[in-house]
Structures are given as structure tokens and as C-alpha cells.
């Protein structure tokens, strides 16, 4: 699996294929994915990405930060 989901995945996961009412698809899969909280960001043509890490639920948390060398001296 790619980085994002595909337009098909997208689709699969709103429940959304077609725009109606006046409604593009993609209008229509913000909308859902709003209120569904997942996060996306939509591209120059108006279709909402979404990162499959939103998905699957794993944060992206830095690793800790390497300890620094410390003089045996600084420590008693």
C-alpha cells in the first residue's frame, strides 16, 4: 500500500461514489470525512488525500533524543 489511500479507498471508507444534489463526490467525501474526524488535506483538483498513517491509527512521534556526553566530574 502507497502512502495515501486511493480514490477508490476513499470512496470505500465515506461510503460516497457519486456526487448528487448539486454535490461533487468529493464534496461530498469532505463533508463525511469531517464529520467522520479524519484527517486529509484536498489537492489542486478538489479531492480530498488521505494518508493511510490517519488511517491505521500510528502517530508519527519523533524518537527520544540521543543522551549527550556527560563529564563522570558533572555527575556526583
Do not use: C
Request: glycine fraction near 8%; hydrophobic fraction near 40%.
Amino acid at each position: 500500500m502507497g502512502l495515501f489511500l486511493t480514490e477508490d479507498d476513499v470512496a470505500e471508507l465515506t461510503g460516497i461514489r457519486r456526487g448528487r444534489d448539486g454535490k461533487t463526490r468529493y464534496q461530498m467525501q469532505i463533508e463525511q470525512l469531517r464529520l467522520m474526524q479524519v484527517a486529509f488535506r484536498v489537492n489542486a483538483a478538489g479531492r480530498p488525500i488521505v494518508a493511510v498513517a490517519a488511517i491505521e491509527g500510528k502517530k508519527s512521534t519523533p524518537p527520544p533524543p540521543e543522551p549527550t556526553w556527560q563529564s563522570n566530574i558533572l555527575k556526583h
